[in-house]
């Protein structure tokens, strides 16, 4: 370098950089939105310059039209529904007085409390959060409509919860689309199943999207960027080439890199041009992270402060609250804020609202702050923020949680969580109470009361249950707890690891704090509850009945649907323990209420006592039980219940050979891990997997029973079917130890309604062993637990045993006898698989016993029967016997009605194209006088086919296939 040439001079003040290099994507995006409505996915990596090209855009045509609505989903703000959508329209608009709102826009009043005045009555509460949610979005496209508003843009949706990516695409669905719509976010920091991505797949077939990705800049723009931050003077090429080497042309580092270089003096002029002092030595930190840092770390204390501040606010805030949490003298405050605007971190918007300009640099401020001084700048920033007039519980909570105020955080996260449940958004409700009771040492009564409230199905992740049971196991240990206190948080523990599949480490928990819990108090009578359900590990049924009927009342205080919930549960616990009391009380369960909540608590109700109908081979009953259960789902949009009624009717429909499009049904719910819980997937997967076997898709079959078995109630039918599986394939070893722990939990201990499928195939494989007697031991402790109870599956299974008992003693005339005898049981349920099955081994019984033509007329009509049922693996096992006996098979088509594949049928378009036009389930019904079970069925088979998941996206998907046109009108020639 020539020392000579060298200007020393001070160096300028720094100004924003100029916006540069993005010519095409502002005419791009204009283009778009003058074709409104528009969809515009806007990506980049961090610090591209998203945000800069969406503000430049808006601020040069603020004066052409309808102006724009804008959010963001910054990180570190506290959850809160649909956050990102309510700021962009609390700063959008002053209020909604003169709108003329229909009632509907009551649900708002949680979310916009100050627009109380102006806004209708709060509308009933639903029971159903899917529904409430449902109603929360129709609320808010009503508000679009009405607005002067042209665009609703929305940044880092990366960051977006799921209600906002559900509310999205609902928005993009409408016809007409209220409002064109802008997204930004990161495309490496998207989910691989988030919402996002099956917004930009499935928009309707009119939807105009446009995508647009921002790339670096080249050198000469880096060298513009340069320029324009220090007075638009030259900057030399070399610099320039440098610069862009070390920041790969990203805006945001070009920018904090030569701000850090002015604040290190880093930079002269030379020749009329700026360059950079010693060349070999300048160090251009490697991330925006440690740019920023190094910049705040050479700042005034005071003024760092204020960045502080700032950091620990996260949202906007006015002067006077960014103040407050400085912690600052008044003299001394208003120069610092001004200089800490001044270093180009923050920025001041209209509003007079502080903020950083970047959610990079606010991570990277916040994460440098000292500890114990972060701990104290959130209680100011509680404090300051509880004084307003309109209370942020949402930030309140973060910021009281956070700085340990144990008392406030507990009440500002409860109505922060109530507020989002309100509004149907389970899943915020359920992350603000678990971020309080995992990061807080609560005492017990909080802490009870708290874990009780958390929707754990809402949570994300795979586990949701650790940190609660770390926190609950963490308040035995540590506090001085009374009896009552410990016995509550023992309670609750055990009652999480059940909830979390350890039953039996959350059977001792609970039986542990059984004696300490008030005898009368709701805790008492559903531990009680939860020790008597034949779950976990085997014990006699007389056990889990004790807890029952040694109960004492439950007190008068107990609200109704808690006694309703109770009585539920304990009628659902006698028939799974085999008594016929159960049936006594469940005739007394009612069909409907006026009560959502309790008419929720009888949904499941009815699908429980239709899962024991199963148990008992009383198919016709649960028949009836899921239909009313459909019913109250339907009528009260209990939208949540639908994955379970739809599971347990695909495995009804197993057992009775309503076998017509069931493999897909059931493949549908076990891919859907959005809208069905893990548990009614699991029993769906226990359906697919038998399916798969009678197939003989062996590899596939043992995938999906495994996967089943994770369940406790779908895991000894799936052993029993693995059993089968094994015994077949001449592995007797692996059957045997399969289902030793599955016949000690069902027939050792008398729980003889989970015995039916293991029954048979455990005595197979002890024959198979040449272990007779404990063969015949097993079907007789079977049969005295069963004793004369009216349970026509569990009656069959053990004249089954009895069979394979006669068979392997050498007496196949008595063998066949007993095997028509339960063939001829199970077609009466019906059970037609299982029917076949023992007609099978009838048949070659009959043939041991030297009756060769009855027993290959027979095989012959088992074979044509099992192939019309679709059992194809079956029918090719009994068509070879019979081909080695010299007898042929004619070859039948499966029975059923004509298949449409995976193309809707004429029903489902005319369900789907009514469903477009914005009808409820009854309307649809009363359109095509049919039922709204039948409407229900008929749209879950049209969004298996499509493999959609939900109303909204099967709503988009026929649009988008251009199977209806606009509002649901067929299109042109379709009539």
């Not at 009503?142 to 607005?147: D, G, T, V």
């Not at 114990?372 to 100011?380: D, N, Y």
Request: hydrophobic share 45%; net charge negative; charged share 25%.
């Amino acid at each position: 370098m020539n020392e000579a040439n060298i200007d020393v001079t001070q160096l300028p003040a720094l100004s924003v950089p100029r916006f540069v290099g993005r010519d095409r994507e502002i005419t791009a995006l204009g283009e778009a939105l003058d074709r409104p409505p528009a969809v515009v996915l806007l990506d980049g990596e961090a610090g591209i310059g998203k945000t800069r090209l969406l503000w430049e855009f808006l601020t040069s045509s603020s004066e052409r039209g309808p102006r724009a609505l804008v959010g963001a989903c910054p990180p570190l703000r506290e959850p809160y529904t649909l956050g990102a959508v309510v700021d962009a329209v609390r700063e959008g608009i002053g209020n909604v007085s003169g709108l003329r709102l229909s009632g509907l826009a009551g649900a708002l009043r949680p979310l916009f409390p100050e627009w109380a005045a102006d806004l209708p009555p709060a509308p009933e509460p639903l029971e159903d959060a899917t529904a409430a949610r449902h109603r929360l979005f129709r609320a808010f496209v009503e508000l679009l409509s009405r607005l002067d508003v042209a665009v609703l843009a929305l940044e880092d949706v990366h960051w977006a919860d799921e209600a906002t990516l559900e509310f999205l695409l609902f928005l993009v669905s409408r016809r007409p689309q209220p409002v064109s719509v802008v997204l930004t976010y990161r495309p490496e920091e998207l989910p691989p199943d988030s919402l996002l991505l099956r917004l930009s797949s499935r928009l309707p077939a009119d939807a105009h999207l446009v995508r647009l990705t921002l790339k670096p800049l080249g050198v000469d723009e880096t060298a513009a960027i340069v320029s324009s931050m220090l007075a638009d003077e030259h900057v030399s090429a070399e610099f320039a080439a440098f610069l862009h080497t070390r920041t790969e042309g990203v805006p945001l580092a070009v920018e904090e890199s030569v701000r850090l270089m002015h604040d290190r003096a880093d930079l002269i002029r030379q020749d009329g041009a700026w360059a950079r002092r010693r060349l070999d030595h300048i160090e251009v930190p490697p991330t925006i992270r440690d740019a920023v840092l190094e910049r705040v770390g050479r700042l005034r204390p005071d003024t760092r402060c204020v960045l502080y501040a700032a950091a620990v606010l996260a949202d906007p805030a006015d002067y006077a609250i960014l103040h407050a949490v400085t912690g600052l003298p008044d003299a001394r405050a208003g120069a610092q804020v001004a200089e800490a605007l001044g270093c180009g971190l923050l920025r001041e918007d209209g509003r007079g609202q502080w903020s950083f300009r970047h959610s990079l640099a606010c991570r990277a401020v916040y994460e440098a702050i000292p500890v114990q001084e972060r701990r104290v700048m959130h209680l100011r920033a509680g404090r300051a923020l509880a004084d307003s007039a309109l209370p942020p519980v949402a930030q309140l909570a973060r910021h009281f949680r956070e700085a340990g105020e144990v008392e406030a955080a507990c009440r500002y996260t409860e109505q922060a969580a109530d507020l989002s449940t309100q509004s149907g958004d389970v899943a915020t409700s359920a992350l603000l109470l678990h971020n309080l009771v995992t990061t807080v040492a609560l005492p017990a009564e909080p802490l009870v009361r708290l874990v009780t409230k958390i929707q754990f199905q809402s949570l994300p992740g795979s586990d949701p249950y650790s940190k609660v049971i770390e926190s609950l196991r963490s308040a035995l240990r540590a506090r001085e707890l009374t009896p009552e206190q410990e016995a509550l948080v023992r309670f609750q523990l055990g009652r999480v690891l059940m909830v979390a599949g350890a039953m039996e480490a959350g059977r001792l928990e609970i039986a542990e704090a059984l004696p300490r819990l008030s005898p009368d108090s709701l805790e008492a009578a559903r531990a009680r509850i939860f020790l008597a359900i034949p779950l976990g590990d085997a014990r006699p049924a007389a056990e889990h009945l004790r807890w029952l009927y040694e109960a004492p009342a439950v007190a008068p205080s107990i609200a109704p649907h808690e006694r309703l919930r109770l009585f539920l549960e304990r009628a659902f616990a006698l028939l799974m323990l085999g008594e016929e009391a159960g049936w006594t009380e469940a005739r007394q369960i009612p069909d409907d209420t006026a009560s959502p909540r309790e008419a929720a608590l009888l949904a499941i109700g009815q699908t429980n006592v239709a899962e024991a109908a199963m148990r008992w081979g009383r198919y016709d009953e649960a028949r009836t039980r899921l239909a009313r259960a459909l019913t109250l789902a339907d009528s009260h949009q209990f939208l949540g219940h639908l994955g379970s009624i739809a599971s347990t009717r695909t495995h009804l429909d197993w057992f009775t050979g309503a076998w017509d499009g069931l493999a897909d049904r059931a493949a549908a719910l076990v891919g859907d891990d959005d809208g069905v819980r893990l548990k009614d997937r699991c029993e769906a997967a226990l359906v697919a997997g038998l399916m798969q076997l009678a197939a003989g898709e062996r590899a596939e079959a043992e995938e999906r029973l495994r996967f089943a078995g994770r369940d406790d109630q779908q895991r000894i039918e799936a052993a029993a079917a693995l059993a089968q599986l094994y015994l077949r394939a001449g592995n007797v070893d692996e059957a045997l130890r399969i289902t030793e722990e599955p016949a000690e939990i069902t027939i050792r201990s008398g729980i003889w309604p989970r015995a039916t499928e293991v029954a048979p195939v455990r005595v197979a494989a002890l024959v198979a062993a040449g272990q007779l007697g404990k063969a015949a031991d097993l079907a007789t402790a079977f049969a005295r637990a069963l004793g004369e109870k009216d349970a026509p599956a569990p009656r069959a299974s053990v004249v089954g045993c009895r069979a394979i008992l006669a068979e392997a003693d050498g007496q196949p005339a008595r063998a066949a006898t007993l095997f028509g005898q339960a063939a001829a049981a199970w077609q009466a349920m019906p059970r037609p698989y299982d029917a076949l099955l023992a007609r099978e081994h009838q048949a070659r019984c009959l043939l041991a016993a030297g009756r060769r033509e009855s027993g290959l007329t027979m095989l012959t009509e088992v074979s044509r029967a099992l192939s019309e049922l679709g059992a194809h693996n079956d029918a090719d096992r009994v068509t070879r016997f019979l081909h080695g006996h010299g007898r042929g098979t004619p070859t039948v088509r499966g029975r059923g009605r004509p298949s449409y594949g995976n193309q809707l049928s004429p029903r489902e378009l005319e369900v789907a194209r009514l469903l477009v036009g914005g009808r409820t389930n009854r309307q649809i019904a009363d359109a095509l006088v049919v039922s709204t079970q039948t409407v229900a069925s008929q749209l879950k088979s049209a969004m298996r086919k499509l493999r959609v998941t939900s109303r909204t996206a099967l709503a988009l998907r026929v649009v988008e296939l251009g199977l209806v046109g606009e509002q649901g009108r067929p299109p042109a020639g379709d009539e």
